[in-house]
């Protein structure tokens, strides 16, 4: 099959599995061999297309023009390759980790969670081979509407509060914010396809006018989630535990940050915006969103609020790695979106098989439970080092590359943040580690045992990963070097 | 010419189109209201015709004598807007009648004053 | 007979309504109905691919030539607001049938369907038409229809709704009129055209002025232009959900037709937005109208009259892109008269669904809870219709939400742009209420039963739906002929 | 009034007249004052006249509802179908000229029927109006 088709294929399976999904919904058991399949054969159709990618070919498929002289349009490059990798590769195990999970917790709407999951997913194939800024736009709102159902998917007034956070900030912010900057980078460069060494480049802008179209980029994006447009992550919180897991610690927030990197990238050039003034101020609203996110972190008790944070932390490393506009950080901040994608689905995972085995939410309930689930913590002790970047799980590899980075570029204040998020990161995590496994259990606890196998299994994969990922790493890494410039 | 005289058909004009107007506006009464409505499209009529008219013109009918003729248009046209009129007055009593069967009164703040 | 087009593309209805009355049935009315509106799109459709090929389709009735005779003259603007009326007719025509059936007591709908036609005669006269006085005329034919239309609603309110909007529309209507009388006093003539090209040798300027201000009050009032809209929420709430739907798509866009072509076409444009304020007044009330509707939408409890305020809403930025003046913004404006007109028909067409399968006399945004579930179909078509409203990407409001924030930047105006975002994230909110009904409020009472709507009406309905997408999605004609007529309207050019 | 003798004895004396006046105002139109606007509303002015003085039931025996609306509808018709037979003739719509060879004769057949369509028309609609408010009773209306 030729690029075009496999494009192609990756946009449509899902949705056809989406719609077969619906039809289905009578049947629970092919319901899933449906998702399951699905997921299959979209991986299969991203992971043909890497060998084309990694030898520089660029497959493209252009639709409809959608106004004239913007197409609807799709081009793969190493960066949309690599995000679309880890999100198909990744949804193959969340869906069997859902099933355990939907079954075991009895949730309700169940077909409508497959469907609308793998309506998800094409939106996020959308937006990770996007050819312009209008096809990402149109799909990162698809992105949004898509999931909406899922954060609201137990429908009481928690649900309906959370979803509204949801739908008003990520909305807001990208018809309030994105959309205006896109109409004027279409007003000012005449075209809306991601060029290398970016669009602007022969705008001619001064540094104000660029660093204000940044900040409506940046803040627009809001599925980037930096402070203070964060908000919606911890109130997507309300939705099951492999939606949070999937998708708001891997589909919807890395198409934020990858778009947020498409853009310094593809749009503004990192030569652009380093040779004026415009971007300085980004680090710092990266540092800190880092750092307090980090902070409330800390103090969070809720589990998956304090993963929530953990994430709105770790994006922002993406953003500030990106934002330092050397190659060698450009390149971290790449690979930063595949490692914390692996470690951070599988703490998600943890999480809710923890909630699933014994109905505990809280960090305090967790004293001695990894005395009755060993598997589920040790996955969730592999994910909380890999975030905090102790070789040999992944995180380490990515922050290596980034306080290289920050050396190279002098910047001793990134650095600094780095190295204080780090401590925070540890400090969050940690304490569950250690209550977990060497406090005592209260007297008079359950016996519940591990989660269901399916759920264990998936956990094994995900940590599996983030183990292997460095020993593999000339996939993305060789993907990210060629992202920022950098020979393969 | 003085300005009154000169333009006598246009001040009529504007003080039928004011007072249907403001009776359109400050009576509460349906049928009033309707009336107003009527006086406003009388001063179309008015608006149209009186400038058609030339003073010793004719109906214009080429005939050997007569070298000025009145403009036919403006009636023809005023013709349809009376036409549209009682089409619009009708309809308007009817409405009125029936708003009546179902409120039983024709004062507007007592219809709106009534729950569905 | 393809040159005579322009003719029956008024005549067919208007002959057809005589009929009905004639044969007094039910059946044979709905059919008729139905088929006239379809024949009527295909004229349409031909009337604009001619337009497209080989310019100006002028036609003289009774072979009087113009500027004498009364002139039907298709051009790139009216054709493409004659495809939207017919478009939004042959959808709202087969599903009237269970519609109507169900609201409006059997022996009237004779007269409901011969009053559709006429309205439909009227709004088309109005668009192809090129007299001046013969757009009063079918101005007032189809807006005597409407009145009628109207009152057929169901509750004893739609007899008001009907009377303040003939009360508003017929003083709307003599201002144009006196505004037309004017002109002519002017220039001596009737026909569009001919009004244009005299007037530039006019001197004294105050009669024109004054006829200025009547027709932009007088057709503001038909469009419900912000302060002037107070009769538009209850005549949509009130009206039978059929005689809604194909008002809220058509007679409010056929009056900005009349509007576009009186300030474009007759007035000096140049003039009109250089040395009048009529930009500033414009662009302030056409914002003033985004926010306020959308607030009062975003408070309605009445789904209706919700999408009734949204509608003023919506106008606003029709009206907003005449404001702003350049080729982007008209284009925006001018795609923005179809794509509201499909949208909004498409979410009254649905609410006729719910309501058919309510049995309720009104729809409150209370009453949708568990519609997700109950007309799964129905509620899916409403949220893609709303998402529409708002203008997400791939749906057609997003389309000329595009054009008009361009043309607000080719102004410089970075305000106007922050109140059109700001506004579609009002709209955000008040469809979001009707989706957070259908989708997550628990039904009242029993477990839902799935009733989905008949069939014909559910496939009407889903058909707007489509078109709502298709036009986000596949713009060629909509933006391609909205082009064309912005171009002609700013070139001078008739 | 239906007691009223002289009214009764007036009204059927005038009754007759007053319709050949109609029709002499309709088919004059073309050479002076009249046409199908007066005409129909003369001659629905006798019907209502008769209506009035013998009660609204002898006024619907005389011209009964349906026949109200379908001259009403009829009128329209034929004017419509006057338009069409000139596109029929090879003209225009509305043309006039090719209803006959010779185009003077084609504008006086097309006024001819054009202005019969706008009679009936115009009576069905007096007539049609007339009813509409003389058919409600005072106690539907007080109720």
Same mark, same amino acid.
């Given at each position: 099959?030729?690029? %075009?088709? *496999?494009?192609?294929?990756? *946009?449509?399976?899902?949705?056809?599995?989406?719609?077969?999904?619906?039809?289905?919904?009578?049947?629970?058991?092919?319901?899933?061999?449906?998702?399951?399949?699905?997921?299959?054969?979209?991986?299969?159709?991203?992971?043909?297309?890497?060998?084309?990618?990694?030898?520089?070919?660029?497959?493209?498929?252009?639709?409809?023009?959608?106004?004239?002289?913007?197409?609807?349009?799709?081009?793969? %490059?190493?960066?949309?390759?690599?995000?679309?990798?880890?999100?198909?590769?990744?949804?193959?195990?969340?869906?069997?980790?859902?099933?355990?999970?939907?079954?075991?917790?009895?949730?309700?709407?169940?077909?409508?969670?497959?469907?609308?999951?793998?309506?998800?997913?094409?939106?996020?194939?959308?937006?990770?081979?996007?050819?312009?800024?209008?096809?990402?736009?149109?799909?990162?709102?698809?992105?949004?509407?898509?999931?909406?159902?899922?954060?609201?998917?137990?429908?009481?007034?928690?649900?309906?509060?959370?979803?509204?956070?949801?739908?008003?900030?990520?909305?807001?912010?990208?018809?309030?914010? !994105?959309?205006?900057?896109?109409?004027?980078? #279409?007003?000012?460069?005449?075209? !809306?396809?991601?060029?290398?060494?970016?669009?602007?480049?022969?705008?001619?802008?001064?540094?104000?006018?660029?660093?204000? *179209?940044?900040?409506?980029?940046?803040?627009?994006?809001?599925?980037?989630?930096?402070?203070?447009?964060?908000?919606?992550?911890?109130?997507?919180?309300?939705?099951?535990?492999?939606?949070?897991?999937?998708?708001?610690?891997?589909?919807?927030?890395?198409?934020?940050?990858?778009?947020?990197?498409?853009?310094?990238?593809?749009?503004?050039?990192?030569?652009?915006?380093?040779?004026?003034?415009?971007?300085?101020?980004?680090?710092?609203?990266?540092?800190?969103?880092?750092?307090?996110?980090? !902070?409330?972190?800390?103090?969070?008790?809720?589990?998956?609020?304090?993963?929530?944070?953990?994430?709105?932390?770790? *994006?922002?490393?993406?953003?500030?790695?990106?934002?330092? !506009?050397?190659?060698?950080?450009?390149?971290?901040?790449?690979?930063?979106?595949?490692?914390?994608?692996?470690?951070?689905?599988?703490?998600?995972?943890?999480?809710g098989a923890i909630y699933t085995a014994s109905h505990k939410t809280e960090v305090s309930q967790l004293a001695g439970i990894g005395r009755q689930m060993p598997w589920t913590m040790g996955a969730f002790a592999?994910?909380?080092?890999?975030?905090?970047?102790?070789?040999?799980?992944?995180?380490?590899?990515?922050? #290596?590359?980034?306080?290289?980075?920050?050396?190279?570029?002098?910047? #001793?204040?990134?650095?600094?943040?780095?190295?204080?998020?780090?401590?925070?990161?540890?400090?969050?995590?940690?304490?569950?580690?250690?209550?977990?496994?060497?406090?005592?259990?209260?007297?008079?606890?359950?016996?519940?045992?591990?989660?269901? #196998?399916?759920?264990?299994?998936?956990?094994?994969?995900?940590?599996?990963?983030?183990?292997?990922?460095?020993?593999?790493?000339?996939?993305?890494l060789g993907l990210a070097r060629s992202v920022a410039g950098l020979s393969p | 010419m003085s300005a009154i005289t000169g333009h006598f058909s246009y001040w009529v004009t504007v003080f039928l189109m004011v007072?249907?107007?403001?009776?359109?506006?400050?009576?509460?009464?349906?049928?009033?209201?309707?009336?107003?409505?009527?006086?406003?499209?009388?001063?179309?009529?008015?608006?149209?015709?009186?400038?058609?008219?030339?003073?010793?013109?004719?109906?214009?009918?080429?005939?050997?004598?007569?070298?000025?003729?009145?403009?036919?248009?403006?009636?023809?046209?005023?013709?349809?807007?009376?036409?549209?009129?009682?089409?619009?007055?009708?309809?308007?009593?009817?409405?009125?009648?029936?708003?009546?069967?179902?409120?039983?009164?024709?004062?507007?703040?007592?219809?709106?004053?009534?729950?569905? | 007979?393809?040159?005579?087009?322009?003719?029956?593309?008024?005549?067919?209805?208007?002959?057809?309504?005589?009929?009905?009355?004639?044969?007094?049935?039910?059946?044979?009315?709905?059919?008729?109905?139905?088929?006239?509106?379809?024949?009527?799109?295909?004229?349409?459709?031909?009337?604009?691919?001619?337009? /497209?090929?080989?310019?100006?389709?002028?036609?003289?009735?009774?072979?009087?030539?113009?500027?004498?005779?009364?002139?039907?003259?298709?051009?790139?603007?009216?054709?493409?607001?004659?495809?939207?009326?017919?478009?939004?007719?042959?959808?709202?025509?087969?599903?009237?049938?269970?519609?109507?059936?169900?609201?409006?007591?059997?022996?009237?709908?004779?007269?409901?369907?011969?009053?559709?036609?006429?309205?439909?005669?009227?709004?088309?006269?109005?668009?192809?038409?090129?007299?001046?006085?013969?757009?009063?005329?079918?101005?007032?034919?189809?807006?005597?229809?409407?009145?009628?239309?109207?009152?057929l609603g169901k509750r004893r309110k739609a007899l008001v709704a009907a009377y303040q909007y003939m009360l508003m529309g017929t003083v709307g209507a003599t201002f144009y009129v006196i505004g037309v009388g004017?002109?002519?006093?002017?220039?001596?003539?009737?026909?569009?055209?001919? /009004?244009?090209?005299?007037?530039?040798?006019?001197?004294?300027?105050?009669?024109?002025?004054?006829?200025?201000?009547?027709?932009?009050?007088?057709?503001?009032?038909?469009?419900?232009?912000? @302060?002037?809209?107070?009769?538009? @929420?209850?005549?949509?709430?009130?009206?039978?959900?059929?005689?809604?739907?194909?008002?809220?798509?058509?007679?409010?866009?056929?009056?900005?037709?009349?509007?576009?072509?009186?300030?474009?076409?007759?007035?000096? @444009?140049?003039?009109?937005?250089?040395?009048?304020?009529?930009?500033?007044?414009?662009?302030?009330?056409?914002?003033?109208?985004?926010?306020?509707?959308?607030?009062?939408?975003?408070?309605?409890?009445?789904?209706?009259?919700?999408?009734?305020?949204?509608?003023?809403?919506?106008? =606003?930025?029709?009206?907003?892109?005449?404001?702003?003046?350049?080729?982007?913004?008209?284009?925006?404006?001018?795609?923005?008269?179809?794509?509201?007109?499909?949208?909004?028909?498409?979410?009254?067409?649905?609410?006729?669904?719910?309501?058919?399968?309510?049995?309720?006399?009104?729809?409150?945004?209370?009453?949708?809870?568990?519609?997700?579930?109950?007309?799964?179909?129905?509620?899916? =078509?409403?949220?893609?219709?709303?998402?529409?409203?708002?203008?997400?990407?791939?749906?057609?409001?997003?389309?000329?939400?595009?054009?008009?924030?361009?043309?607000?930047?080719?102004?410089? /105006?970075?305000?106007?742009?922050?109140?059109?975002?700001?506004?579609?994230?009002?709209?955000?909110?008040?469809?979001?209420?009707?989706?957070?009904?259908?989708?997550?409020?628990?039904?009242?009472?029993?477990? @839902?039963?799935?009733?989905?709507?008949?069939?014909? /009406?559910?496939?009407?309905?889903?058909?707007?739906?489509?078109?709502?997408?298709?036009?986000?999605?596949?713009?060629?004609?909509?933006?391609?002929?909205?082009?064309?007529?912005?171009?002609?309207?700013?070139?001078?050019?008739? | 009034?239906?007691?009223?003798?002289?009214?009764?004895?007036?009204?059927?004396?005038?009754?007759?007249?007053?319709?050949?006046?109609?029709?002499?105002?309709?088919?004059?139109?073309?050479?002076?004052?009249?046409?199908?606007?007066?005409?129909?509303?003369?001659?629905?002015?006798?019907?209502?006249?008769?209506?009035?003085?013998?009660?609204?039931?002898?006024?619907?025996?005389?011209?009964?509802?349906?026949?109200?609306?379908?001259?009403?509808?009829?009128?329209?018709?034929?004017?419509?179908?006057?338009?069409?037979?000139?596109?029929?003739?090879?003209?225009?719509?509305?043309?006039?000229?090719?209803?006959?060879?010779?185009?003077?004769?084609?504008?006086?057949?097309?006024?001819?029927?054009?202005?019969?369509?706008?009679?009936?028309?115009?009576?069905?609609?007096?007539?049609?109006?007339?009813?509409?408010?003389?058919?409600?009773?005072?106690?539907?209306?007080?109720?």
């Amino acid at each position: 099959m030729s690029g %075009e088709h *496999l494009i192609a294929a990756a *946009l449509l399976v899902p949705a056809a599995g989406a719609v077969l999904i619906a039809g289905a919904g009578r049947w629970p058991n092919v319901r899933e061999a449906v998702t399951i399949a699905t997921s299959a054969v979209l991986f299969a159709a991203v992971l043909a297309l890497l060998p084309g990618v990694l030898d520089g070919a660029r497959p493209q498929l252009v639709l409809l023009e959608m106004l004239p002289g913007i197409a609807i349009g799709f081009r793969i %490059e190493p960066l949309g390759m690599l995000f679309a990798l880890v999100a198909s590769g990744l949804w193959i195990v969340n869906s069997v980790y859902s099933i355990g999970y939907m079954r075991s917790n009895k949730e309700s709407r169940q077909t409508r969670f497959y469907a609308c999951f793998a309506l998800a997913l094409s939106a996020t194939m959308g937006v990770a081979m996007a050819s312009n800024l209008l096809t990402l736009f149109l799909f990162y709102e698809m992105l949004t509407l898509s999931t909406w159902p899922l954060v609201t998917h137990h429908g009481d007034d928690k649900a309906r509060a959370g979803g509204r956070v949801y739908l008003g900030v990520l909305l807001g912010t990208s018809m309030g914010l !994105l959309l205006p900057a896109i109409i004027v980078t #279409w007003a000012l460069a005449g075209t !809306l396809e991601f060029a290398p060494g970016g669009m602007l480049r022969d705008a001619g802008l001064s540094g104000a006018a660029l660093a204000g *179209l940044l900040a409506l980029y940046v803040f627009g994006i809001g599925k980037a989630a930096l402070m203070p447009v964060h908000c919606w992550l911890p109130a997507a919180m309300v939705a099951p535990t492999p939606v949070s897991a999937l998708l708001h610690a891997v589909a919807v927030v890395k198409a934020g940050v990858f778009a947020v990197v498409k853009v310094i990238v593809y749009v503004f050039g990192v030569d652009t915006l380093a040779g004026a003034p415009a971007a300085d101020w980004l680090p710092f609203v990266a540092g800190f969103t880092i750092l307090a996110a980090s !902070l409330v972190a800390l103090r969070a008790d809720n589990l998956k609020r304090r993963l929530a944070y953990s994430t709105v932390s770790q *994006l922002s490393y993406v953003v500030l790695a990106t934002a330092l !506009l050397a190659p060698l950080s450009v390149a971290a901040a790449v690979l930063h979106i595949a490692t914390h994608a692996v470690g951070k689905i599988t703490l998600f995972f943890a999480a809710g098989a923890i909630y699933t085995a014994s109905h505990k939410t809280e960090v305090s309930q967790l004293a001695g439970i990894g005395r009755q689930m060993p598997w589920t913590m040790g996955a969730f002790a592999v994910g909380a080092l890999s975030l905090i970047g102790i070789p040999p799980a992944a995180g380490f590899l990515s922050k #290596w590359f980034m306080f290289q980075g920050a050396a190279a570029q002098g910047s #001793w204040a990134v650095f600094a943040v780095l190295a204080l998020s780090t401590i925070l990161n540890a400090a969050y995590f940690l304490p569950i580690l250690h209550a977990a496994f060497l406090r005592q259990p209260p007297a008079g606890e359950a016996v519940h045992g591990e989660a269901p #196998w399916t759920m264990v299994a998936a956990m094994m994969v995900t940590a599996g990963a983030t183990l292997a990922l460095p020993f593999v790493a000339s996939v993305p890494l060789g993907l990210a070097r060629s992202v920022a410039g950098l020979s393969p | 010419m003085s300005a009154i005289t000169g333009h006598f058909s246009y001040w009529v004009t504007v003080f039928l189109m004011v007072a249907g107007l403001y009776i359109i506006i400050s009576r509460t009464n349906l049928l009033k209201k309707l009336i107003g409505l009527a006086i406003l499209q009388t001063s179309v009529y008015l608006l149209y015709i009186a400038p058609g008219k030339l003073i010793g013109g004719t109906a214009p009918i080429i005939a050997d004598g007569f070298s000025s003729y009145s403009n036919p248009l403006p009636h023809v046209l005023i013709l349809t807007a009376i036409v549209v009129g009682v089409a619009t007055l009708a309809l308007g009593l009817a409405l009125v009648v029936r708003i009546r069967e179902a409120y039983g009164t024709i004062e507007e703040d007592e219809i709106l004053g009534q729950e569905d | 007979m393809l040159e005579h087009l322009p003719a029956l593309q008024v005549v067919l209805p208007l002959v057809a309504a005589p009929l009905i009355v004639l044969a007094r049935h039910r059946g044979f009315a709905w059919l008729a109905t139905t088929a006239v509106s379809y024949l009527c799109l295909v004229i349409a459709i031909l009337l604009a691919s001619r337009v /497209m090929e080989g310019g100006a389709v002028s036609y003289a009735i009774g072979n009087w030539p113009p500027p004498w005779g009364i002139e039907y003259r298709v051009d790139a603007l009216s054709s493409f607001v004659l495809v939207l009326v017919a478009l939004t007719a042959s959808f709202v025509a087969p599903y009237a049938h269970r519609s109507i059936a169900a609201e409006v007591p059997a022996e009237r709908h004779y007269i409901l369907y011969a009053m559709y036609c006429l309205c439909l005669a009227g709004l088309l006269g109005i668009t192809i038409t090129g007299d001046a006085f013969n757009v009063f005329v079918f101005l007032e034919i189809s807006s005597l229809a409407m009145y009628v239309l109207i009152a057929l609603g169901k509750r004893r309110k739609a007899l008001v709704a009907a009377y303040q909007y003939m009360l508003m529309g017929t003083v709307g209507a003599t201002f144009y009129v006196i505004g037309v009388g004017l002109l002519y006093l002017m220039t001596g003539t009737l026909n569009l055209a001919d /009004m244009a090209e005299r007037l530039r040798a006019v001197e004294d300027v105050r009669p024109v002025l004054a006829a200025l201000a009547f027709i932009t009050v007088g057709i503001g009032l038909k469009l419900a232009l912000f @302060p002037l809209h107070q009769w538009l @929420p209850n005549a949509y709430a009130y009206a039978p959900s059929m005689v809604t739907a194909f008002l809220a798509a058509t007679a409010t866009k056929v009056s900005v037709y009349v509007l576009l072509r009186f300030y474009f076409g007759v007035f000096d @444009p140049s003039a009109l937005f250089e040395r009048l304020p009529m930009r500033e007044v414009f662009i302030a009330l056409s914002v003033a109208a985004m926010l306020s509707a959308s607030l009062v939408a975003f408070y309605e409890q009445d789904v209706k009259r919700l999408f009734a305020w949204s509608s003023v809403a919506q106008i =606003g930025y029709i009206t907003l892109g005449i404001g702003l003046d350049n080729q982007a913004s008209l284009t925006g404006s001018i795609t923005h008269l179809l794509n509201h007109g499909v949208t909004k028909g498409a979410i009254f067409v649905l609410l006729g669904a719910v309501a058919l399968r309510s049995g309720a006399i009104s729809v409150s945004v209370a009453s949708l809870s568990g519609l997700g579930r109950r007309m799964p179909l129905t509620a899916f =078509g409403l949220v893609i219709a709303g998402l529409s409203l708002v203008g997400i990407p791939g749906t057609a409001g997003f389309i000329s939400k595009w054009y008009l924030i361009v043309g607000a930047l080719e102004r410089g /105006m970075w305000w106007v742009v922050a109140v059109i975002v700001g506004a579609s994230i009002i709209a955000v909110g008040y469809v979001w209420r009707v989706v957070e009904a259908a989708y997550l409020h628990p039904a009242q009472g029993a477990t @839902p039963v799935r009733h989905e709507a008949p069939a014909g /009406m559910l496939a009407a309905a889903l058909g707007m739906v489509i078109l709502c997408v298709y036009f986000g999605i596949e713009t060629s004609f909509s933006v391609g002929a909205a082009r064309d007529a912005a171009l002609l309207l700013l070139g001078g050019a008739r | 009034m239906k007691d009223d003798i002289i009214l009764r004895v007036v009204a059927k004396l005038l009754m007759p007249f007053m319709l050949v006046f109609a029709l002499y105002v309709q088919f004059h139109g073309d050479y002076g004052p009249g046409g199908g606007f007066q005409a129909g509303v003369i001659a629905a002015a006798a019907i209502i006249f008769y209506a009035i003085i013998f009660g609204l039931a002898a006024g619907q025996v005389l011209a009964p509802d349906w026949l109200v609306e379908t001259m009403l509808a009829a009128g329209v018709l034929l004017y419509a179908g006057v338009g069409l037979a000139g596109i029929a003739l090879g003209g225009n719509y509305l043309d006039y000229f090719v209803l006959d060879a010779d185009s003077v004769t084609g504008q006086h057949r097309g006024i001819f029927w054009v202005e019969a369509g706008v009679g009936c028309t115009v009576a069905g609609v007096m007539l049609k109006l007339f009813y509409m408010f003389a058919g409600r009773s005072r106690d539907a209306e007080d109720a």
